[in-house]
């Protein structure tokens, strides 16, 4: 029969992939591992035997025990289909997906550069070939035998996300996740965060193998009016209610990047010491005015899709409408300090009419102090 060969005090056992053990072909107990991935033999006595034993993954995402120079791949049983999961970060095995048997192993996990996983199981690290993907903001690894692609699984593990701006001013995400009788491990992913114009939610999207793979971040999306990003991520939960994926927000500081006030609402990130970084942004949807408590406001108005349900959010910009040297303009301001202004364009951006509006926040000072009405402002008409 298949199986792993192991010896002690003289006695050789075969370790059988379904957890029974036999010697000389007659059944003699059960295997289990115990809490150090030991293999551990119970005789029909109840009496048991440790193994030290080595686990790896192959080049094949195939699984391996090995000891004393003998090796057993748990898919040499062709009539055996393996599968894994994970339970707080616990790998479980099943040699045989449709079978009871299972038995635990425990290590160290680590996400690579190419977003592969490792896991580290008593010193011996194995890589994992695979891509984490996932529509519902979880931590999904999905992987397949490469020898058998429709032998795949899927890792999950549970957790929360939180944010982070790297040196370059690239938004970043990690992942908190629970780990059995330990402290929490933490994923970090390679990658910055965009938004997905489509539906105006953020996603981590890469590409790997000639595939494009995502997290898709089900939140909502939150813009203040001196351009601090907001996303109030959902919560996540199995079909059993269980948590996955607890609820949070994460923020940013960005800045307005566009020289004009058409097409996306671009936004440059912002390093943790306040100045611009490399990355930017992009929200779909228009540049429109806004009526604030004062004064007539440039501002944005944006649609988010979620599952299939549309919700509008308009924002106005912390500054105001002026006229210097000739032109009309909209100042930028942070802190009553201008920190950019966009020369807006008669007749196309706003228009202006001879006499004054009866709402004082319709009116413009021109140089000499005059007064006009505004009747019409990015595509709105008073």
Do not use: C
Not at 119 to 138: A, E, L, M, Q
């Amino acid at each position: 029969m298949a199986g792993l060969q192991l010896t002690k005090n003289n006695e050789t056992f075969l370790i059988e992939p379904l957890g029974t053990v036999s010697q000389n072909n007659v059944a003699v107990g059960k295997w289990k591992t115990d809490q150090t991935n030991k293999i551990v033999f119970t005789r029909n006595d109840n009496s048991t035997i440790p193994f030290d034993v080595v686990w790896e993954f192959n080049s094949d995402n195939q699984l391996v025990v090995s000891a004393a120079g003998k090796k057993f791949n748990f898919t040499e049983v062709t009539s055996n289909v393996p599968r894994y999961e994970t339970q707080d970060a616990v790998l479980v095995v099943k040699p045989n997906k449709d079978q009871a048997f299972s038995f635990e192993l425990r290590g160290d996990w680590a996400l690579s550069e190419s977003h592969d996983l490792s896991i580290t199981i008593n010193g011996k690290t194995s890589v994992i070939d695979g891509f984490v993907n996932d529509p519902r903001s979880r931590f999904m690894f999905h992987f397949s035998n490469k020898k058998n692609l429709l032998q795949g699984s899927v890792l999950g593990f549970v957790g929360d996300w939180s944010e982070f701006v790297d040196a370059t001013g690239q938004p970043r995400l990690k992942f908190v996740y629970k780990r059995a009788g330990q402290a929490d491990g933490e994923f970090v992913l390679p990658k910055g965060v965009v938004v997905d114009k489509s539906m105006n939610q953020l996603m981590y999207e890469y590409d790997k193998d000639g595939k494009k793979r995502r997290i898709q971040l089900v939140g909502t999306l939150m813009i203040s009016d001196d351009f601090q990003v907001s996303y109030a991520l959902d919560r996540q939960t199995s079909s059993d209610g269980q948590q996955q994926v607890a609820s949070t927000t994460f923020t940013f500081n960005a800045a307005f990047k566009k020289n004009n006030f058409t097409g996306d609402l671009d936004l440059a990130i912002k390093k943790q010491d306040g100045t611009v970084g490399a990355t930017t942004i992009s929200i779909s949807g228009k540049f429109t005015a806004v009526l604030g408590s004062a004064r007539l406001l440039a501002g944005f108005t944006f649609e988010q899709n979620r599952a299939g349900n549309k919700t509008t959010t308009t924002f106005g910009f912390a500054g105001k409408l002026e006229f210097k040297q000739g032109s009309i303009q909209w100042a930028f301001t942070t802190n009553n300090t201008t920190t950019k202004t966009i020369t807006l364009a008669v007749n196309v951006d706003i228009n202006l009419g001879n006499s004054t509006q009866l709402d004082a926040r319709l009116n413009l000072a021109m140089e000499n102090g005059q007064l006009k009405g505004i009747t019409f402002f990015l595509g709105i008409a008073f």
